[in-house]
């Protein structure tokens, strides 16, 4: 049921973020410069790979490299996960890994990481590697406690690489307010609990991230500040998401599961990835990503269009849902204001109690509604599988 309601909310932001909508996420210009940059550093390192041999220094190997994979092969029960897959990863990439699920992609993580060997070929890492995984992170959180406890450990400073922060200071760079800082956990809105999570993972010392489906719970607030912290992070990301935009904003090349264990690299994120394939003339055989929960205006293979029109009625609905919408969410931005002063709790707790009920109700509406505006919409495209 939980995973049903995170696939769900992951299609119905994709579609709000596409609408163009005020509360559309969006990337800055100099965020969109610093990956064009990148990719093309990273475009540059393959081409000089491909001209030299791999021979790696001791000093390479622990400032610089990541993982090398030699002719690398993987099988489980009879199916090629990976066969012949070779690649050399290094400080500062920003991977993402494309293919349906069941194709490998965890497999592949655990080579890279030295958790998994492989049947045939060599994986070597680099030395000093300093893994999280932002998945372990999430777990239960004390609701008693409050949201400064959680990240600062009883310190009064974050040390942040060799920078030190105030904790109230780190926490305003995750959205959070001084006064919320003082707030218990409970009072959280599922927003702000993935926005504390990530805060608390940005305390941990790691040269390498591994975000395995990070996008799936997380409201646009938090999508934008993981964006823009993983665009200010100096290590190594590896990340798995079916979030097309997400890949698109933030990876500097994606290793593609092409069928029957065939891996290839290309630089640059989802959209360089079909245009690759687009222009070789190759029907993508990685697909869409898997999961991709939101509707596509194609009918599918071999079913018959058919021309629809909306009803007078739905013509209505369909131009009332962004106001109605909009009003929902400046609801919701009111009440989670109210929820800001800890003195509610303390003064008024049946009154939190119908706020934080009220919000659950209005998360759900949107949910609703969002989906509603699609329907309508692909209806409006004209085409419907018979």
Not at 7 to 24: F, H, N, P, S, T
Request: cysteine-free; charged content about 30%; hydrophobic content about 40%.
């Amino acid at each position: 049921m939980v995973q049903r309601k995170a696939d769900r909310l992951q299609a119905q932001e994709e579609i709000w973020i596409r609408k163009g909508v005020e509360a559309r996420r969006t990337r800055s210009q100099s965020r969109i410069e610093r990956l064009d940059v990148l990719r093309k550093e990273r475009a540059a390192r393959r081409e000089r790979l491909g001209q030299v041999q791999f021979n790696i220094d001791s000093g390479e190997r622990s400032g610089k490299l990541v993982a090398e994979l030699e002719h690398v092969s993987k099988s489980y029960g009879g199916k090629n996960l990976i066969r012949d897959f070779s690649s050399r990863i290094m400080r500062g990439d920003r991977i993402g890994l494309l293919g349906p699920n069941g194709a490998g992609k965890t497999t592949l993580l655990k080579l890279i990481l030295g958790d998994l060997p492989p049947d045939t070929g060599a994986v070597r890492q680099g030395t000093k590697l300093q893994i999280a995984y932002f998945d372990q992170f999430r777990e239960q959180l004390d609701e008693d406690a409050a949201v400064i406890d959680v990240v600062s450990q009883g310190h009064e400073f974050i040390e942040i690489g060799s920078s030190r922060k105030h904790v109230i200071s780190y926490l305003e760079d995750f959205l959070f307010a001084p006064e919320r800082a003082r707030s218990p956990v409970r009072s959280l809105s599922g927003g702000e609990r993935n926005r504390l999570l990530l805060a608390r993972l940005f305390t941990r010392p790691a040269n390498v991230l591994v975000l395995d489906e990070p996008t799936n719970d997380l409201d646009i607030d938090t999508l934008d500040l993981l964006e823009q912290l993983l665009a200010d992070y100096p290590g190594t990301v590896f990340l798995v998401s079916h979030d097309r935009a997400f890949l698109d904003n933030v990876v500097t090349q994606v290793i593609a599961f092409e069928g029957d264990g065939r891996l290839q690299e290309y630089v640059g994120g989802y959209a360089d990835w079909l245009a690759a394939k687009a222009r070789a003339g190759v029907e993508p055989a990685a697909g869409k990503p898997a999961g991709d929960k939101v509707a596509s205006a194609e009918a599918p293979a071999g079913s018959k269009a058919r021309s629809v029109k909306l009803s007078y009625n739905e013509s209505r609905e369909l131009a009332a849902l962004p106001q109605q919408i909009e009003q929902l969410e400046a609801e919701s931005t009111a009440l989670n204001a109210e929820l800001l002063d800890p003195e509610l709790f303390r003064a008024q707790p049946g009154r939190a109690r119908d706020v934080q009920q009220r919000l659950e109700l209005i998360e759900e509406s949107l949910l609703e509604m969002l989906g509603r505006w699609e329907e309508l919409e692909n209806k409006q495209k004209g085409t419907l599988a018979k």
